[in-house]
């Protein structure tokens, strides 16, 4: 246990400032969106330029992919959230019926095959399937919380937890961390959301 414990102290000792960095904005992101604050986005902004960097410096291609993807749905988010406010005092909290889901999911597996393969033949990409199914679903819940969909909470949480094992496997110890409490935001995203859409749909 000592053995562990020391490893550990060390690991966080070489994590880098950027990653410090960019862990404390992504955390103040998603508290922030679970509170439906429009600052989220300028947090998430700035946490995944300095993930874009990071990950494309250790071959982990569609996180750094993604994470640039993450950039530009900060300003969409924004710019959805900021309307929203101007249209009707907020940006309403929506539900998507599971028909739709199972739709968007099938057109998402489909890319994590064709992306999975493409990477695992002809890049030195590592763990190219379980690095495309973080991406791919991760593109989709990241327009699903943009848009105020209260399911964004539920892919987010399997996202999270699966993420956790793949940043671990990079030694990206700190952010490994980061998304196992993300797992726990995610559920209390689910259940913060959830309880503000019925409170405004009770007649």
Not at 91 to 115: D, Q, T
């Amino acid at each position: 246990m000592e053995i562990l414990l020391h490893a550990f102290a060390e690991q966080l000792v070489q994590t880098s400032i950027w990653e410090w960095a960019a862990v404390v904005f992504a955390i103040a992101y998603v508290l922030l969106a679970i509170k439906e604050s429009l600052w989220c986005w300028p947090a998430a902004f700035i946490s995944t330029a300095i993930y874009s960097v990071l990950f494309f410096d250790v071959n982990l291609f569609m996180q750094s992919v993604l994470n640039i993807y993450y950039l530009l749905m900060a300003i969409y988010g924004w710019y959805q959230w900021k309307t929203g406010e101007h249209r009707d005092g907020d940006k309403k909290i929506e539900r998507w019926p599971v028909r739709k889901h199972l739709a968007f999911i099938v057109f998402i597996v489909a890319g994590i095959l064709v992306s999975g393969y493409l990477l695992d033949n002809y890049t030195s990409q590592s763990l190219a399937y379980l690095d495309s199914s973080v991406t791919w679903f991760a593109v989709f819940a990241t327009f699903l919380l943009a848009r105020k969909i209260l399911e964004n909470w539920i892919y987010w949480i399997v996202i999270d937890s699966v993420s956790v094992y793949l940043y671990l496997q990079k030694e990206f110890l700190v952010t490994g961390l980061l998304f196992a409490a993300y797992t726990i935001m995610a559920v209390f995203g689910w259940l913060q959301w959830k309880k503000h859409l019925d409170k405004y749909s009770t007649p």
